[in-house]
């Protein structure tokens, strides 16, 4: 199975800040046939169920603010918020759909400073 | 609106047995491929099982092989998830979840059913 690791396992941004969030996979997410990495975001908030954020590692799914981005490839990937909102608090998973025994992160748990 | 309608949790003794349903409402349930994801209390995500839109493929996590059972019916809109001999580890809210294309990410989630193993 493909193990993707995250870090850091928490972190603490202040209102307005950069956040930034990484991922690691055990092998490559890129797939050279058609130059994509299979590798997708999400946000849980407390209570809720997860919400798709960016697929594709940095395609930014319908209705998801511009502040989110994802960037990466091959086994390196980030999840950047550029102006944290209060909003934005939760836990992110970074998933890979590389191979269909999917994997997820074992998740960020991002606050507010 | 796109939906996915999670049932049948609950109670169950371990070694007993459960199914639960995923209705699906608002697309063409069909064209899809389709999958479970579980999350133990104050845990992370696991996903569990992956259908294609006949049947034709189906994969487990290791840790339910065997033992769990997924299935479709596309006429009801409706997917299954049969779980035996079930463990205290088993423990978990089951999310039924929709791929965004024919590989994933996740783009539609149900608001999960609870399963709580425990004698």
């Known amino acids: 199975d493909i193990v993707m690791t995250q870090s850091p396992d928490s972190l603490a941004v202040s209102l307005g800040e950069r956040a930034t969030i990484n991922c690691k996979s055990s092998?490559?997410?890129?797939?050279?046939?058609?130059?994509?990495?299979?590798l997708a975001w999400y946000q849980q908030r407390p209570g809720q169920s997860p919400k798709l954020l960016i697929y594709?590692?940095?395609t930014r799914e319908s209705g998801v603010p511009d502040r989110f981005s994802g960037s990466g490839s091959g086994t390196n990937f980030t999840l950047t918020i550029s102006s944290l909102q209060a909003e934005d608090v939760a836990v992110y998973y970074c998933q890979q759909y590389y191979s269909t025994l999917y994997t997820f992160g074992q998740g960020t748990k991002l606050e507010i400073k | 609106q796109v939906q996915l309608v999670e049932s049948g949790g609950g109670l169950v003794k371990p070694g007993g047995s459960l199914r639960l349903s995923c209705a699906a409402s608002?697309?063409?349930?069909?064209?899809?491929?389709m999958n479970w994801i579980r999350q133990a209390p104050g845990k992370g995500l696991e996903w569990v099982s992956f259908i294609s839109r006949s049947d034709s493929r189906i994969y487990y996590a290791d840790s339910v092989k065997g033992r769990f059972t997924i299935s479709r019916d596309n006429a009801k809109n409706a997917l299954y998830l049969q779980m035996n001999s079930l463990r205290a580890e088993d423990t978990a809210i089951y999310y039924c979840?929709?791929?965004?294309?024919?590989?994933?990410?996740?783009?539609?989630w149900g608001q999960g059913t609870m399963v709580t193993v425990s004698s």
């Open positions: 594709w590692a940095s």
């Open positions: 608002g697309f063409t349930f069909s064209d899809y491929y």
């Open positions: 092998q490559s997410l890129l797939y050279s046939s058609n130059n994509k990495n299979y």
């Open positions: 979840a929709r791929p965004v294309n024919d590989y994933g990410g996740f783009d539609i």
